[in-house]
Every structure is written in structure tokens, then in C-alpha cells.
Nanobody, 121 residues
Framework: QVRLVESGGGLVQAGGSLRLSCAAS????????MGWYRQAPGKQRDLVAS???????NYADSVKGRFTISRDSAKNTVYLQMNSVKPEDTAVYYC???????????????WGQGTQVTVSS
């Protein structure tokens, strides 16, 4: 059993900052990548940022220069530092981990329950 638990969402004014955290726990053998997605009402779920074990980091164009993703591999935790937030950043933010539960298992995507981020203008 694998669990991803997010924290840190909430209400913030435009121009402010927020930090999201996500901890993965359970039967984890190895994690290839962890990241954040977001979904606004009526829209699809889109990648915000991802961090891979090899060091590669990806950001959506809309958050480059404002958001920073970081990982603590020892704690199976990923963070998203959100600075200079805008009303269009309002969405439910989901943590994602691509991991495997044993040496013989393939990598599978796991998701957190989501945390609401609301940016007021």
C-alpha cells in the first residue's frame, strides 16, 4: 500500500507565497520521479513541475521563474515553493509519484488526494 499525503494549500493573496509538501509512504522500493499537477474547474489536469531521480527538472511555462520544485529523496518528499502567485494559479494541486513497490515491479503512477490553492486578486 502506497500513500501520498499533501499539505500546505490554502488561500493566499496575489503576489504572495505558498509552500506545498507531499510525503510518500508505504511499500516503496524506489521512486523515479515526483511532481505536482493542477486542475482548475472545468479544465484538464496539467503538469506544474516534476523532479526526476537523474536530476532533470521540468516546469510548465506558466510557472517558470515563480515556482520551485525540490525533493528530499531520503524522506520520499517533494515540495513546491510558489512565489508571486496569480489568480490563474487557483486550482486543486495533486502530488504525483512514479514509483515501484519491488525490484520486479514496474513503475506506476500514484496520486495524492489533492490540496486546494486559491489566489485572491
Amino acid at each position: 500500500q502506497v500513500r501520498l499525503v499533501e499539505s500546505g494549500g490554502g488561500l493566499v493573496q496575489a503576489g504572495g507565497s505558498l509552500r506545498l509538501s507531499c510525503a510518500a509512504s508505504g511499500s516503496i522500493f524506489s521512486i523515479n520521479a515526483m511532481g505536482w499537477y493542477r486542475q482548475a474547474p472545468g479544465k484538464q489536469r496539467d503538469l506544474v513541475a516534476s523532479a526526476h531521480s537523474g536530476g532533470a527538472i521540468n516546469y510548465a511555462d506558466s510557472v517558470k521563474g515563480r515556482f520551485t520544485i525540490s525533493r528530499d529523496s531520503a524522506k520520499n518528499t517533494v515540495y513546491l515553493q510558489m512565489n508571486s502567485v496569480k489568480p490563474e494559479d487557483t486550482a486543486v494541486y495533486y502530488c504525483n509519484a512514479e514509483l515501484r513497490t519491488s525490484a520486479r515491479a514496474g513503475y506506476i503512477d500514484y496520486w495524492g488526494q489533492g490540496t486546494q490553492v486559491t489566489v485572491s486578486s
